[in-house]
């Protein structure tokens, strides 16, 4: 019995043993995998928070790289209070005076300021060498047409005896001939004659139409050369009524007619007026400045306006076209042309090119490049470029004020 019990005592120590090894491996494979469980879970609730913040950090930079801008729309509005434009004032007619004959300056009637009247005598000239020459036309006048009556005396002679038979017909054609060239003799001098007539009348300086004598550039003795076109006697203008010139925008164009009627103010302070009506229009619109030649006509009985002044034209709003507005801190300065920033639904930049007309102030009006739906950046920076991805803030820029503020 007590054997029995030691061996199987024995063979219960000897399983035991066999089994240890087995259980701590197991044991140690628990361990290590629960060891590496932890430790990735370790990593994973350590790295999470950091790779958000990252992905925040990037989303941030990527959001802060993108510009936020303001952006306006440009306005469609009416002036409301019509626009004056920049006039000159011409004479209805004026003339510059040159001498037609030669000789020397015998005396001036008239002076600066002078009003004369149509044909009225203004200067005289001494011509003493067309005197001459006048004289001589005459003598030779006189002395070619005694040549042609003997010329026709002899020749009527000559054909009488041709008939008669007494002569040859050859004789009878030399004197025919002889009386055509005396005739032709006779014709040049008297023109000759007429044309010196009529030199000698240019001594006599007169107005061509009634006006006032703006310039006298000649005094008594200065000698006087009909061929000088650079001294120009005396220059006349007529003052009554008043030739007043302004060029109308393209846009308003098409509403000026012959007959309207315009307020003319002449002076930059006066506030006096003058009523002018519209006589013609050059019906074209220049390709430099886009504008069209108007042309009105003021009454100047008075005398109350001077030829050369400067004048402002107002147009009334009846007239007027609607005006697209957009304020001067949306313009792009680059190189020859001006451009304006646009920004689409996706965000994205187009530079456009854009055609500004007048200018009030902060504002300038649009001619074209944009429209009425379009936004519009405000002061867009150096770098801006088309393609451009930007965000619209959320606050936008206020619209831009009518431009009656200013017109």
Do not use: C
Request: no cysteine; glycine share 6%; proline share 6%.
């Amino acid at each position: 019995m007590s054997t029995t019990t030691y061996s199987g005592g024995a063979g219960l120590t000897t399983g035991d043993n066999k089994a240890d090894p087995v259980r701590s491996r197991r044991r140690f494979r628990r361990i290590i995998i629960i060891g590496g469980a932890l430790l990735l879970i370790a990593l994973v609730v350590g790295f999470i928070p950091q790779w958000r913040q990252r992905q925040t950090a990037t989303a941030d930079t990527n959001q802060l790289a993108i510009a936020t801008v303001a952006v306006v729309t440009p306005t469609l509005t009416l002036p409301g209070s019509g626009l004056d434009l920049p006039a000159e004032v011409k004479p209805w007619q004026e003339a510059s005076i040159f001498a037609r004959a030669n000789g020397f300056l015998k005396s001036w009637l008239v002076d600066i300021g002078a009003h004369v009247n149509k044909d009225q005598l203004l200067a005289e000239i001494d011509t003493p060498d067309l005197a001459q020459q006048l004289q001589q036309a005459r003598s030779q006048a006189t002395l070619a047409q005694k040549s042609l009556e003997q010329a026709k005396s002899t020749n009527d002679k000559w054909q009488q005896l041709f008939k008669q038979g007494v002569v040859s017909e050859l004789d009878a054609e030399n004197m025919a001939t002889a009386l055509a060239t005396a005739q032709a003799n006779a014709d040049a001098f008297a023109a000759n004659l007429r044309f010196l007539e009529q030199e000698l009348a240019f001594q006599r300086v007169t107005a061509p139409f009634a006006g006032t004598v703006t310039v006298r550039n000649v005094n008594v003795g200065d000698l006087i050369n009909a061929n000088n076109t650079s001294l120009e006697i005396f220059h006349i203008q007529q003052t009554d009524p008043l030739r007043v010139y302004f060029r109308v925008p393209q846009p308003e164009a098409p509403n000026i007619a012959d007959g309207q009627t315009f307020d003319v103010q002449i002076g930059a302070e006066s506030a006096k007026t003058f009523p002018g009506k519209v006589v013609a229009t050059s019906e074209a619109v220049s390709p430099d400045s886009r504008t069209m030649l108007v042309q009105l006509q003021v009454d100047n009985s008075k005398n109350e306006i001077l030829p050369g002044s400067y004048a402002t034209v107002r147009l009334p709003e009846s007239v007027l076209g609607k005006l697209l507005i957009l304020p001067d801190n949306t313009l792009i300065f680059r190189g020859k042309n001006l451009q304006v920033g646009v920004v689409d639904a996706k965000g994205t930049v187009e530079l456009r090119d854009v055609k500004i007309g007048r200018d009030f102030g902060i504002q300038s009006e649009i001619l074209s490049g944009v429209t009425e739906s379009d936004k519009v950046i405000v002061n867009p920076s150096d770098s801006l470029t088309t393609g451009t991805i930007v965000r619209i803030a959320a606050t936008p820029a206020p619209p831009p004020s009518p431009a009656a503020a200013k017109k």
